[in-house]
């Protein structure tokens, strides 16, 4: 098969257009998806620390003044401030310090994922939650 004069060099050409087309979109999604990622984890860390924090504090007060800073703690270190998130604090039974009763920490963040630069912006609603059991050592 002979190859014209004027078709040669073209493949390496149309090679790096198509790698370009397609690794330019590829990598801002991949940044997209890890921001996401980062995100409910930083939640989900922050509510197993602040269920936890709950069950372990001597009186009911205490326990929500303590999952609060543990939060906001937790979401410090992963560069996210607590006036971002929109955490509850819920209990199976009442009072919240029964023997069995469950302790459920939930943080809700509305998260603006970057797709493509500032030309597509995506809202997503990121949720991370932790249920843990009281053991009864502070009821």
């Known amino acids: ?47 197993r620390a602040g269920a936890r924090a709950f069950v372990v504090a001597p009186t009911s007060q205490l326990a929500y003044f303590r999952a609060r800073a543990v939060i906001a703690t937790v979401l410090s270190d992963y560069g996210i401030q607590s006036s971002q998130v929109a955490s509850t604090i819920s209990c199976s039974q009442k009072p919240c310090f029964m023997r069995g009763g469950v302790v459920t920490v939930t943080i809700k963040r509305n998260f603006t994922v970057p797709v493509l630069g500032h030309w597509l912006n995506r809202h997503v609603l990121v949720t991370g939650s932790q249920s843990v059991m009281v053991n009864g050592a502070n009821s």
């Open 1 to 47: 098969m002979k190859i014209p004069k004027n078709e040669t060099g073209n493949v390496s050409l149309e090679f790096i257009a198509v790698v370009v087309a397609l690794l330019i979109p590829l990598t801002f999604i991949a940044g997209a998806v890890s921001s996401v990622v980062k995100t409910n984890l930083a939640q989900e860390a922050a509510a």
